[in-house]
């Protein structure tokens, strides 16, 4: 079902068991990549016809889709050809997928591309492992026949790719070393936890962008963190209430904010805490506390340029952007930076201007290598 398609790594789902320990649950939910795997889709042979003519024979516009995980690539089409080659020199496309575990498996599929309708698939190749794809023994190059089969299990052609697993390390490559073929030469690891010090009539909820070169990742939207409150001392707040005490005198007593103990009696149910004035005070602070400091705890995973090698990729760009996604605050973090920062990791908070609030986060940088 739905839960199955989406519970594919890298997506993890992390319970905090403990929110006094020192775990970070948004750590263990996005985890690094161990490596990456750079596929190079070369040519087709003999795929089944899908196109009707009538001057000449029948065709297709084939085009391949290729799923590592949670992680979709789509090659161009080729234009009428049962006999696809891919790349300007026919030397192929390629494509880095990160590759987060050595059992995961990789899928293939051949679309005929359609203008007037949907496309209609060719073959498929599914539950293609790493160890037909790579020689764990080398990082050369190594070219893979796989024979495709339509919905009906029929043969439908052959897709030729060929495959190497790149490391991912702190030593950057010497300028002199060859290129690495694809579109990407390392991977930055953009974690973002929350924003603080926004005003109050910031639109939220908010997604930061993060832009290096031409590659660009985008959180999902915001979100409201309330204050832990363990069971228990939620349940003393609740009987001091019920037998009347005040809430500012509770909150006192037990070291919590007023806006805490009325949202306690405000789900506890008590009476008086029903009325519209108190839930619509409570309802105003967590809009105040939405609005001045939103949380995102998400990290994006991007495969990027060689920050050593490319002039355009000198820095990250991180953009905060409001519910109507205008750009309402920036930072820009030099690579220059992170390249000094200890284990290429920088972590700490991100002046974004020109609100003057700060980004809490962590940027970490690794480097592909054979």
């Known amino acids: 079902g739905a839960i199955s398609r989406f519970m594919v790594l890298p997506h993890r789902i992390a319970v905090d068991l403990n929110a006094e320990d020192d775990t970070d ?133 052959t897709l030729f790719v060929s495959a190497r697993l790149l490391q991912l390390t702190q030593i950057p490559r010497p300028l002199t070393s060859p290129p690495l073929s694809g579109p990407a030469g390392a991977y930055l690891a953009v974690k973002v936890m929350e924003v603080k010090g926004l005003p109050s009539t910031a639109l939220y909820p908010f997604k930061v962008r993060v832009t290096v070169g031409d590659v660009v990742g985008t959180t999902h939207g915001s979100f409201h963190k309330q204050h832990h409150i363990s069971y228990a001392l939620e349940n003393i707040c609740a009987e001091q209430l019920q037998k009347g005490i005040p809430p500012k005198s509770v909150a006192n007593a037990l070291g919590l904010s007023v806006n805490d103990v009325e949202s306690i009696g405000v789900k506890s149910g008590k009476p008086e805490f029903s009325h519209h004035n108190v839930k619509m005070a409570v309802q105003r602070a967590v809009a105040v506390r939405e609005a001045t400091n939103p949380h995102f705890e998400e990290t994006l995973q991007m495969l990027i340029p060689d920050p050593s090698a490319r002039e355009e990729s000198s820095y990250v760009r991180l953009e905060l952007l409001d519910k109507k996604a205008n750009v309402i605050s920036g930072a820009e973090v030099a690579f220059a930076e992170i390249l000094k920062a200890k284990e290429l990791t920088l972590a700490g908070r991100m002046l974004l201007q020109p609100l003057g609030a700060d980004l809490v986060g962590r940027l970490r940088l690794r480097f592909m290598s054979l």
């Open 25 to 157: 649950s948004t750590d263990i939910k996005y985890q690094d990549p161990i490596g990456v795997l750079q596929l190079t889709v070369l040519r087709a042979q003999g795929l089944t016809a899908c196109d009707m003519s009538l001057f000449g024979d029948r065709s297709s516009d084939p085009y391949v889709v290729v799923t590592l995980g949670a992680t979709r690539w789509v090659s161009p089409t080729i234009s009428h050809s049962l006999n696809p080659v891919w790349g300007e020199d026919g030397k192929g496309i390629t494509v880095d997928l990160p590759l987060h575990s050595a059992s995961q498996d990789v899928k293939f599929e051949v679309y005929d591309a359609d203008v007037a309708s949907s496309d209609d698939l060719i073959g498929t190749k599914s539950h293609v492992e790493l160890t037909q794809l790579i020689d764990n023994d080398s990082a050369a190059w190594r070219q893979v026949p796989l024979r495709l089969a339509d919905p009906s299990d029929k043969s439908a052609g």
